[in-house]
């Protein structure tokens, strides 16, 4: 029901909750942000914002407490707070059932393997010291994929260890998975939005490349360059993902394509994501107003592509940490169907979120020819 005074309330006052205000905006929707620091992304485009820890259960219920409808713009957020307010007859989208299936990342693959949802081979360790043990007696070969259970976001709380030494110089701390590297060929990502009344949209697929250091997403090109039939496979494999985790609002599915033409579950974020930022210039709903028709139980947006699209995500640069400064903006600007988005961070650091590019172009060759030259000539410095 289309309501302009219900207060929503959102978990997170990063970049994704100011997206998620600013969609909401068009609405004339009134959105409530707790986050920890009122110079937070959202602060600044929100209708009211709490300073507090959304992992914090009494932050949590408090915020609450005057919400008509509560929604996230991270996972990693106090679900005993939201089962509460659940309780309590409070709209909560995402579910907290589904999140603490989804934020965990050992629990979120035992549902793949209990619903017969493609996903690579793993096993769960109850510290690093057992997942030595299980590398040490052979059990386990490398190279293999670990995976801290929770609290991993952005390429932290994932690493690849390739060898003997990694064991001792890159393995990650306490409760984990082990996954079998995957031949991979692409790596792809599809949103699914589903609303209270179960109907279901898809964006189409989008096509990811990872920064070597950072291991965040670097590059992403819609639509995907795979086959139509990849394409269809994918979109069914995501849409039945959406409906068994019962998902209302946004899920975005990321797949592994493998060499042999498998499509793999790697995770899913329940949230607005990095994987569909591109919508807000080149398709006819954005992500971030998706979400919102979904978890009010609106009718769903157009998801199709107007035109191509490549999206960058702005970096720090790695040798600088303090005020932030943007070198290159005008030269950008000049390039026709490129879009600048920042997220009012104040500082910089090494490989941090500072915003978002992406170029539009009649054709995708003239979308990555641009982006290019985005890449090579937008810089943060400090």
Known sequence: MFNTNQKIGILGGGQLGKMLCLAAANFDFKTYVLDAKSDYPAASVCTAFSEGDFKNFDHVWEFGQDKDLITIEIEHVNTEALHALE???????????????????????????????????????????????????????????????????????????????????????????????????????????????????????????????????????????????????????????IRTFDVCGLLAVEMFLTTDGQLLINEVAPRPHNSGHHTINSAVTSQFEQHLRAICNLPLGNTEQIMPAVMLNVLGEPAYKGPVRYEGVDACLALPGVHLHLYSKAHTAPFRKMGHVTVTASNLKTALENAQFVKNTLKVTS
């Not at 690093?128 to 994929?145: F, Q, T, Y």
């Not at 390739?162 to 060929?185: H, Y």
């Not at 291991?215 to 995501?238: D, F, H, K, M, S």
Request: proline content about 7%; some cysteine.
């Open 87 to 241: 309780q309590a007859g409070k709209t909560v989208h995402p579910s907290p059932r589904a999140l603490d299936l989804i934020k965990d990342k050992g629990l979120q693959k035992l549902f793949y393997r209990e619903n017969n949802i493609p996903t690579a081979e793993f096993e769960l360790f109850d510290d690093e010291k057992a997942l030595k043990e299980a590398v040490n007696s052979g059990r386990w070969s490398l190279p293999l994929v670990q995976k801290t259970r929770t609290a991993g976001y952005d390429g932290k709380g994932v690493v690849i260890l390739r060898n003997l030494a990694d064991l001792t110089e890159k393995i990650l701390p306490g409760p984990c998975l082990a996954e079998k590297l995957a031949p991979i060929q692409t790596e792809i990502a599809v949103i699914a939005a589903r609303n209270a009344n179960d109907e279901v949209s898809l964006f189409p697929a989008v096509e990811m490349a990872f920064h070597p250091e950072a291991n965040l997403v670097e590059w992403l090109i819609c639509p995907a360059r795979i086959a139509p039939l990849v394409t269809a496979e994918a979109e069914a494999l995501a849409e039945r993902v």
